[in-house]
């Protein structure tokens, strides 16, 4: 799985940091979470290509999470899209999906559709399940999980060992398939152990530290947590529905995260601030890591 930040700001954008927009590739997909003004043209600095990508999370309806939808729903369409695109979102995407539809002289002559979605399971395959979580800010929003399902761990030497080639079959054989090596049927169960934790990513979007964000963490590999603001203007977090780095810390400390990163950084007091907010965060959970725009992150 590979993660990758194409905007870390928060409301306004500022040199060096867009509007929010998280790429994530995994299991042959590209999916987008939130899309902020400018999301496209972030994409051209990184190997994101966004005639790949097949889905799009939207958490919220504010302006630095969406506007750049548009944009990029059009630039598809005048790329030659075919493939179908699908975009999910708390109660009220449909209004956007009309505004979106009568904004200015563009069609849309590639498949697209909107899902409005309620908390619990978003899409469920062989590979991966994504949940949605209702979370604390001053408007409807949802954070969002991927969490691979967990597969036997392969024995490679045990394969080698029986005479199986490096190759497709060593695919066939974790997934469940016999294979015939020189005669012989191999049988998954021959190379396979015990299965492994599979990885989990959580994403909260914007929200006040909750005990449904901590429980909807529960146990990731990664958790991105929105950081807007510094202890010292902690009632300020409150009031706007945000989180503080110190917040996103406890969440992930209790949570049992293995790695933070933070994210949707103020652009209030320039980079200096975001050192500052790193600090605070690793006070808290020492495991952090301060995102930046074209961060990448392999899991």
Do not use: W
């Amino acid at each position: 799985m590979e993660i990758i930040f194409l905007g870390t700001s928060s409301a306004v954008h500022s040199k060096e940091r867009n509007q929010v927009a998280i790429a994530v590739k995994a299991f042959g997909e590209v999916m987008l979470f939130d899309c902020g003004e400018g999301t496209q043209k972030q994409m051209l600095h990184t190997k994101v290509s966004p005639m790949k990508i097949s889905k799009i999370f939207i958490t919220h309806f504010h302006g630095d999470h969406i506007l750049g939808l548009p944009g990029l729903l059009q630039s598809l369409g005048l790329l030659g899209r075919e493939k179908k695109l699908t975009i999910y979102g708390p109660k009220g995407l449909n209004k956007v999906k009309e505004a979106i539809f009568n904004f200015g002289y563009c069609k849309f002559e590639y498949p697209l559709e909107f899902i409005e979605i309620e908390p619990g399971i978003v899409e469920e395959t062989e590979e991966y399940i994504i949940k949605c979580q209702s979370v604390k800010h001053n408007v409807p929003c949802l954070a969002y999980s991927i969490e691979e399902k967990k597969k036997p761990r392969f024995l490679r030497e045990k394969a080698i060992e029986l005479g199986v080639p490096v190759g497709p079959a060593f695919g066939r054989l974790h997934n469940g398939e016999e294979v015939e090596v020189d005669g012989k049927i191999i049988k998954p169960e021959q190379v396979l152990g015990e299965p492994r934790r599979g990885i989990k990513l959580t994403y909260s979007g914007d929200t006040v530290p909750c005990e449904e964000m901590i429980e909807f963490a529960k146990d990731s590999t990664l958790l991105i947590h929105e950081s807007t603001f510094t202890l010292d203007e902690a009632q300020n977090a409150v009031d706007h529905g945000h989180s503080t780095a110190s917040d996103a810390g406890y969440v992930a400390k209790q949570s049992n995260s293995e790695k933070l990163i933070i994210t949707h950084i103020s652009t209030r007091y320039g980079e200096g601030y975001s050192k500052i907010l790193l600090k605070e965060a690793k006070d808290v959970f020492k495991n952090t890591e301060l995102a930046y725009d074209f961060l990448e992150i392999e899991l």
